[in-house]
């Protein structure tokens, strides 16, 4: 397969790194061949780019930046941090880490090797 790359997809959401100058970014949408990002905080000029500029961010890289593990832009996760911010840790902690695992792991995608 020399000279061959398969076509790599983000999902809205997804932590990457735009290889060029390793800036850290959200996946915003992909579209017409390009990927639309943002900062992870929400602050600054969303950028677009080809995909074959960006890779997945690690995990020790989503966590520098402060990052909890499962903050993915999905709106159960966003109503569930919520609710583990009020109440501070325990039962609610558990829910957040437990939708996580069962709907944004990689095993749950059936894939192998989670960042």
């Known amino acids: 397969m020399d000279g061959f790359r398969a076509a790599v997809t983000y999902r809205p959401g997804s932590y990457v790194v735009d290889v060029r100058d390793s800036r850290l970014a959200q996946v915003v949408e992909a579209a017409d061949g390009l990927v639309h990002v943002r900062s992870p905080s929400g602050g600054g000029e969303p950028w677009t780019l080809p995909p074959a500029a960006l890779r997945l961010a690690t995990r020790e890289e989503r966590q520098a930046a402060g990052l909890r593990p499962y903050q993915t832009g999905c709106d159960e996760c966003a109503a569930l941090e919520a609710v583990r911010r009020a109440a501070g ?27």
């Open 89 to 115: 840790s325990g039962d609610a902690t558990a829910a957040a880490y437990t939708h996580w695992i069962v709907a944004h792991s990689a095993s749950a995608m059936g894939m192998r090797g989670s960042n």
